[in-house]
């Protein structure tokens, strides 16, 4: 597949709505907003409500009847994801309340179970990390003076993410009714837009979480049930099965069939592609030449 090539073009709020008055949001690509306002400005009223409506639907199922969620779960549960079984109201609640309130529920479990001492013991690994991977920085043969420096001011500004966000979205005041489902829902989405607004035109806040702080406990406990499939290899085999295990999936047909719009290749080829041209990777599992994951002619960053 052939990688895209974008051209940044940076707008101030003001000229994106003078420019494209018709748009909400922001495509990757300026030539994307040239083509969606065209199409925009060529279709009907009518067209353009029924697709609002639909689109307005589809956003809001999970929060609207069974009928609705199961009409979603037949085609994007069972037919693009291969699904057997829709979820049980239970699961359905757990995953929304997740989703729904992620930063709340996190505090509750950083209550539990991070202390002080806890604290202390990831800080001083995080910084073990560092140290380690600055001394590799500063050793390797590969780099010329000029990319060494710049990799060690690049690796001086990483920010590292320790326990959970230190501001988390708590929601202190809002009122939930057991009765409203989907008002629960709106009221959220309100309070979750009006923070985020609040947001425009300020840096960056570096150290907010996309993953919710509890997540880790999830792996921890599959770790114990399926320990085998971790710990039997180590060292630099264990590096390249974690490389690999980050895209593994199993895809239906009718997933694999999105791939054709999607400037990304399938999981699978992610993994390959880079790991066939890595000769590391062929000494530590040993490949044949000229097998699957070890062709003679590589490309190769540096020799």
Not at 19 to 43: C, F, M, Q, R, V
Not at 125 to 139: D, N, P, R
Not at 213 to 242: C, M
């Amino acid at each position: 597949m052939e990688a895209v090539v974008f051209t940044y073009t940076a707008f101030t709020y003001y000229e994106l709505d003078q420019k494209y008055p018709l748009l909400i949001g922001t495509p990757t690509a300026s030539t994307s907003l040239d083509n969606t306002e065209a199409l925009l400005k060529n279709t009907t009223l009518d067209d353009l409500r029924t697709i609002v409506e639909y689109k307005l639907i589809h956003a809001s199922f999970n929060h609207l009847s069974p009928e609705f969620r199961t009409a979603n779960w037949n085609f994007f549960g069972k037919i693009i994801d291969g699904e057997k079984v829709e979820p049980t109201r239970e699961q359905f609640c757990i995953a929304e309340v997740d989703k729904t309130v992620g930063e709340l529920l996190g505090q509750y479990f950083l209550d539990e179970v991070w202390s002080a001492e806890t604290a202390k013991a990831v800080d001083e690994l995080v910084k073990a990390l560092e140290s380690s991977t600055s001394t590799g920085i500063a050793t390797a043969d590969w780099l010329d003076d000029s990319t060494r420096a710049n990799a060690q001011t690049k690796l001086s500004k990483f920010v590292y993410l320790l326990g959970g966000p230190e501001n988390p979205q708590l929601y202190p005041t809002l009122t939930l009714d057991s009765k409203s489902y989907f008002n629960n829902r709106w009221k959220v989405s309100q309070v979750n837009i009006d923070t985020n607004l609040k947001l425009a035109g300020q840096p960056v806040d570096k150290r907010k979480f996309d993953v919710p702080p509890r997540h880790f406990r999830a792996y921890r406990e599959y770790l114990k049930k399926f320990p085998s499939q971790y710990t039997e290899d180590a060292g630099d085999k264990l590096f390249y099965l974690s490389f690999a295990q980050a895209r593994c999936s199993k895809n239906t047909d009718a997933r694999l069939n999105t791939h054709l719009t999607d400037p990304h290749p399938p999981d699978r080829f992610r993994v390959t592609g880079a790991l066939e041209n890595d000769a590391e990777f062929a000494r530590v599992f040993k490949c044949p030449t000229d097998s699957c994951l070890n062709p003679s002619n590589k490309c190769l960053l540096w020799e």
